[in-house]
């Protein structure tokens, strides 16, 4: 699934492209995906300029005057920005044409993303979001207080997005490797001292992903189709009975929440 920092290498890669271009057409070649993609966006986007671009946790927020189109990549999709008379790949399902003959193409293969519209920019989607990890708000005060007596445990705690968003599996497992916590340990029982090493270490791996372009395991790629190749610096994602890089010992896997988490039983505690 694509996660904050693919997101974020979206918004990055779009904003040259399509930024101050103006829409001709916004086609929907299917007419839902998770959601149904609004009909009326033929005519609201119509002759409109975009204003630029936002990420809002894993949503791309691509302003207008008229309002705000949010797209959601859901567990498979990505973007393309392709010359208007190339042929549409299986799975284009949503595309604004622009009047240079350049197209921004969805691509969606499980259908489990989002096309919607908000004429003030707000939707309920995002308004119960959490704060964003690579803000300052978001420190070891912040989470330490979030996490006060919850029994959960921590890969779960930091993956709630109405606590933190965009900190989705690959880079919870990333960060709590690296800051040598037990994934099963229960949120509320992780010391402020603790809190304080894996808010640190959130920050630095969701940016040196961003940097990496984002992590390529099956269907994410750049706007210009190159993969992300954080996927070479992975410590213990999908490693499973490889050896630590740190102490030797074999990587192990459990399943949390339906979705397995990689670790060091040595490393972790």
Not at 34 to 63: C, F, H, M, Q, S
Not at 246 to 257: A, E, P, Y
Request: aromatic share 8%; net charge positive; glycine share 8%.
């Amino acid at each position: 699934m694509p996660e904050l920092p693919e997101v974020e290498t979206t918004k990055n890669g779009l904003l040259p492209l399509i930024n101050n271009q103006r829409v001709t057409r916004a086609i929907r070649h299917r007419a839902n995906l998770r959601w149904e993609i609004p009909k009326a966006l033929k005519t609201i986007l119509a002759g409109e300029v975009v204003n630029g671009i936002d990420r809002r946790g894993k949503y791309l927020l691509i302003r207008f005057d008229v309002g705000t189109l949010i797209i959601h990549l859901g567990m498979s999709g990505s973007i393309k920005v392709v010359n208007s008379s190339e042929v549409l790949r299986k799975h284009d399902h949503f595309e604004l044409i622009f009047d240079n003959n350049k197209s921004m193409r969805l691509n969606d293969p499980r259908r489990f993303g989002a096309v919607l519209f908000s004429k003030d920019g707000s939707h309920p989607l995002l308004n119960s979001l959490g704060v964003e990890p690579l803000e300052e708000e978001f420190d070891e005060t912040y989470l330490y207080n979030k996490s006060r007596n919850k029994v959960q445990n921590i890969k779960t705690f930091i993956m709630n997005s109405k606590v933190v968003v965009g900190v989705g599996n690959i880079y919870a497992c990333e960060s709590l490797f690296a800051s040598g916590i037990d994934p099963a340990r229960q949120a509320g029982s992780v010391s402020k001292k603790r809190y304080a090493l894996l808010t640190q270490h959130i920050k630095n791996i969701l940016k040196k992903a961003i940097k990496a372009g984002g992590t390529t395991l099956q269907d994410f790629s750049q706007v210009d189709g190159t993969p992300g190749y954080f996927t070479q610096t992975l410590s213990v994602y999908g490693r499973e009975g490889k050896n630590c890089s740190t102490c030797g010992g074999k990587i192990s896997r459990l399943i949390q929440n339906q979705r397995s988490t990689f670790y060091c039983k040595q490393c972790q505690t």
